[in-house]
């Protein structure tokens, strides 16, 4: 079934059709995402287009037989994948994927979560093998669709030789993925130097749901991002000594990534309501810390520098305030990493 008019031809023989998790060229409401400029967004390789998915947001398409947009969360965005003749739905999100209700329109489910810090080589072979081996079309998703589904589908028309690193960078401008998420960049503008690492790579078999990282784990990575902007905070918000590749506002956009999505983990659903109001309130104040370290970087006033330590406070406070009423108890389970 043809889905969209413009064919993108594998070396296999077989089509793709990529309807990227792109939002409008924009991000999404109330995001802080750096915005990409029009010029950048124009130049984008041939067979590009957006296309309409009902319940579906940000949808986008390269060729004829693979789909990727927004979470589909409805039964309306469910339908309209199955219209659009769809048969595969790749889940790139960290977020449990609705695999019964897929079910209820003959879709199958396969989960390749990861971050925003880049796709590490065992995830870009898995996403080659799913661009070359499941039954498609395949539709491709995060949670917004703006940033790390357009990079999976540029790891995908990469791996099937149709773009250029170049090509598929623009791809990325074109959708309004951020460059503050520098590690999504690096795994298109890197991929033919990760190809070794791609070819080792076990080909583990697809799964609908992948293991959760879990809270714990979750704040193992926030516990790690956390101290390296302490170091940051000691070297008067800069790049701490001996560290020059640290990127102080990159550090703080993802902290605020790793308390989003563990705000989203069904084991934080589970408990007291106090917990996910505290990620999702520690989730603005490193919004505000990466916004104000990217000024602070253009331009190092000492007003800045002075809403930097307050916004650092309340993190700090706001992390101790946590551990007190939900790690340091013993229904919270072991403090992650160990750390006291």
Same mark, same amino acid.
């Given at each position: 079934m043809r889905t969209a008019g413009f064919s993108v031809p594998f070396p296999t023989g077989r089509h793709l059709a990529i309807v990227l998790g792109m939002g409008l060229l924009s991000p999404p409401i109330g995001s802080s995402h750096a915005a990409t400029s029009p010029a950048a967004q124009r130049a984008v390789p041939p067979g590009v287009v957006a296309t309409n998915l009902p319940g579906v947001h940000n949808a986008f398409c390269i060729g004829t037989n693979l789909f990727s947009g927004s979470s589909p969360a409805t039964d309306e965005a469910f339908a309209a994948l199955a219209r659009a003749g769809v048969k595969t739905v790749l889940s790139v999100d960290g977020a449990r994927p609705d695999v019964e209700r897929a079910r209820r329109y003959g879709l199958r489910y396969v989960h390749l979560p990861h971050g925003y810090d880049g796709i590490d080589p065992a995830t870009q072979a898995q996403l080659a093998r799913a661009g070359q081996e499941l039954p498609g079309p395949i539709y491709v998703h995060c949670h917004h669709g703006l940033h790390r589904s357009p990079t999976a589908a540029a790891v995908m028309c990469l791996a099937g030789g149709n773009w250029t690193p170049e090509q598929a960078l623009s791809s990325l401008a074109f959708a309004g993925t951020s460059t503050n998420y520098v590690g999504l960049y690096q795994t298109v503008r890197e991929f033919p130097a990760t190809q070794a690492a791609r070819a080792a790579a076990p080909a583990t078999p697809f799964v609908d749901t992948a293991k959760p990282s879990g809270l714990v784990e979750a704040m193992v990575a926030v516990d790690t991002r956390w101290d390296l902007l302490k170091a940051v905070k000691a070297a008067g918000f800069k790049a701490p000594p001996g560290s020059p590749d640290v990127q102080p506002a990159h550090e703080a956009l993802m902290l605020s990534e790793h308390y989003r999505e563990a705000a %989203?983990?069904? *084991?934080?659903?589970?408990?007291?309501?106090?917990?996910?109001? %505290?990620? *999702?309130?520690?989730?603005?104040?490193?919004?505000?810390? *990466? %916004?104000?370290?990217?000024?602070?970087? %253009?331009?190092?006033?000492?007003?800045?520098?002075a809403d930097l330590e307050r916004v650092f406070t309340n993190l700090g406070r706001q992390c101790t305030e946590c551990h007190q009423r939900h790690r340091d108890k013993s229904s919270a389970g072991p403090s992650p990493g160990g750390r006291p």
């Open positions: %989203r983990l069904p *084991e934080v659903a589970s408990r007291p309501a106090d917990l996910r109001q %505290r990620l *999702e309130a520690a989730d603005v104040a490193a919004r505000d810390a *990466e %916004r104000l370290l990217r000024d602070f970087a %253009r331009d190092p006033q000492p007003g800045i520098h």
